[in-house]
């Protein structure tokens, strides 16, 4: 069975950071493009980072360096190191898995004060 299970989530400070870990199990993870996706209640899913099975990167254009995404296809993760982190990045946040557009994870929940 196809399952992502994102942990790493928190509250925390304006300019802090977190490191966001998406544990993939029951797909081809190494050659699937991975994503990580935000969503603030009431607004519309939205690209953080996305990760090709080669390793092309894109990221939203809010990221503006701020984020970093990578993945282990020995530990089928995929992480969203988040440093500077700023109220407005308050989102739960979710991996996806190219290849399998309809599964998706419960999200972690990622709050930052100001």
């Known amino acids: 069975q196809e399952q992502l299970v994102e942990s790493g989530g928190g509250l925390v400070r304006a300019g802090e950071s977190l490191r966001l870990s998406c544990a993939a199990s029951?797909?081809?993870?190494?050659?699937?493009?991975m994503s990580w996706y935000r969503q603030v209640t009431g607004k519309q899913r939205e690209l953080v980072a996305y990760?090709?099975?080669?390793?092309?990167?894109n990221y939203g254009d809010f990221v503006n360096g701020r984020f970093t995404i990578s993945r282990d296809n020995g530990k089928n993760t995929v992480y969203l190191q988040m440093n500077s982190l700023k109220p407005e990045d308050t989102a739960v946040y979710y991996c996806?898995?190219?290849?399998?557009?309809?599964?998706w994870g419960p999200g972690t929940q990622v709050t930052v004060s100001s």
């Open positions: 990760i090709s099975g080669r390793g092309r990167i």
């Open positions: 996806h898995a190219e290849a399998y557009p309809n599964i």
């Open positions: 029951g797909i081809m993870f190494a050659i699937n493009g």
